[in-house]
Structures are given as structure tokens and as C-alpha cells.
């Protein structure tokens, strides 16, 4: 199972993925009814997570929303440390996760807009690095790993600072490795060089721990939150959580 879903993510584009790998998953579901894990995206149990990654990781994936570890972070930290369940938020999630789309575009408090360039489930076609909406557009906006794809990452977060409302926020994730400072190198053009240098082939960059700083260099007020560690060992087991994962929290700078 763990070379299947390797090869399957490393191969086949995303924007295939995100049609019809949700099919075959649920299939698989039938072999992992459990109760020793729960997803808190969509509310199912099971014995295990599914494996997932380049380098697969155990228990990682959920079968039915496909939500992965980060995904049942965020989920969870939007759950308890902000407004977004509660208030009346215009939001726009660029690069939108299967697992989240149809759940944010259902709740009544939400104006949600959702934008790729060439995702077939965003209903907008948007290049980050020229958002096309105006200044101030959004209370809201969500951008994960997509930066580590895009040629100016300082110029696509200063279009995020740019529609974000006055009193707006955003998470911006993305993989950020234990090295001080991020690897770039624009010369390096060849898949399979990318991929040994920046962990897979369609990356530009491998992030250290500059991620943040590097963001704010846009005007984004970019904080590094602890979240995952103010939670029990418990929840983490129980959800599958990633124990380090640092959640980048923006506001408009």
C-alpha cells in the first residue's frame, strides 16, 4: 500500500488526484473500520489511517475526507482559537484541500470563494502572484503548501496582505525543514534535481526555519503558533495529529 500511494502522489498531477482519488480511497475504507482513530474533519472512525507520502508516512491520510495530519490541525485550531465557525467571513482558500471545500462552503456564516490556477474544483482561476480581486477584499484567506511551488513567494504573500480586509487573517502553511535557512536555487530547472534538492519535482524551494521571516518580508505579519503543543497526548493519538507541525498564522500587515 505504502508504494502505491507513493508512486500514485508522485506521478500523476494533482488536478487528476483531486477527481478521482477520493473514489478509490472510500473503497479502501471498508478495510480500515475501526474505532481507534477518529477524524475530527469528518467525523469517521477507523482502525488506522492510510499511509501517505513520498516517503510514506503511517497513519496519515483518512480514507473517507482525505484529510491528512495537518488538515485535522488546522481543522481543530480553527475549532478553538478563532472566529472562523462564528462570525460573518468573506474567505478565499487558494490551492483549496478536498477535505475542506465542500464542509467551509456549507457553513451559513461564510462567503467562500475558492481559487487555483488549475485546479477543476476552485471556482476561480487565479494566479497568486496577481490575485484578481480588489484591495481589501477578504476577512479570511487560506493558502497551503503552495508556496514552495511558485517562482516570487514575497510577491504572492504581499498579494494575500494586499486583499486581506484590515482586521483580516490567514494560514499559510507549507513544508519548512530543521535547516536555518531556505534552500533556493532558480538555475535549477531538471525534475529530477528539484526533486533531490527540494523534495519533489515541482518545488522551487526546501524552507528552514525562516519560513516566517521570509514571509513577513511581504508586509504580512506572520506568526509561528505552538497550538499542537497545548494539546493532550490523547487528542494527538486520537486524531492522528502531527506532533511538531507549527501553525503560520498571518495577520495584514
Not at 147 to 169: F, P, Q, Y
Amino acid at each position: 500500500m505504502k508504494s502505491i500511494i507513493s508512486f500514485v502522489i508522485r506521478y500523476i498531477p494533482r488536478k487528476y488526484l483531486q477527481l478521482v482519488s477520493h473514489i478509490f480511497l472510500r473503497i479502501l475504507a471498508v478495510f480500515y473500520r475501526g474505532d481507534q482513530v477518529s477524524c475530527n474533519v469528518c467525523g469517521h472512525t477507523f482502525r488506522k489511517f492510510l499511509p501517505y507520502g513520498r516517503k510514506a508516512r503511517e497513519n496519515a491520510l483518512c480514507p473517507n475526507c482525505l484529510a491528512l495530519e495537518r488538515h485535522r490541525l488546522m481543522w481543530l485550531f480553527l475549532q478553538e482559537k478563532t472566529n472562523f465557525f462564528k462570525d460573518q467571513l468573506r474567505v478565499l482558500h487558494i490551492a483549496p484541500e478536498l477535505c475542506f471545500i465542500d464542509r467551509m462552503d456549507a457553513l451559513s456564516n461564510l462567503e467562500y470563494i475558492t481559487g487555483d490556477i488549475e485546479s477543476p474544483l476552485a471556482k476561480v482561476k487565479l494566479d497568486v502572484h496577481q490575485i484578481p480581486f480588489e484591495n481589501e477584499s477578504f476577512d479570511v484567506v487560506f493558502c497551503n503548501h503552495v508556496m514552495e511551488h511558485v517562482d516570487d513567494d514575497t510577491l504572492a504573500c504581499s498579494e494575500i496582505n494586499r486583499v486581506l480586509k484590515k482586521n483580516g487573517w490567514g494560514i499559510i502553511q507549507s513544508p519548512v525543514y530543521d535547516h536555518e535557512t531556505t534552500l533556493e536555487d532558480t538555475n535549477i530547472t531538471d525534475p529530477a534535481e528539484r526533486e533531490r534538492m527540494f523534495g519533489q519535482r515541482d518545488h522551487v524551494r526546501k524552507y528552514g526555519k525562516d519560513y516566517a521571516v521570509r514571509l513577513s518580508a511581504s508586509g504580512l505579519n506572520v506568526q509561528e503558533n505552538l497550538f499542537v503543543k497545548t494539546l493532550s497526548q490523547e487528542k494527538i493519538k486520537e486524531h492522528g495529529l502531527p506532533e511538531n507541525e507549527i501553525i503560520y498564522f498571518c495577520q495584514k500587515g
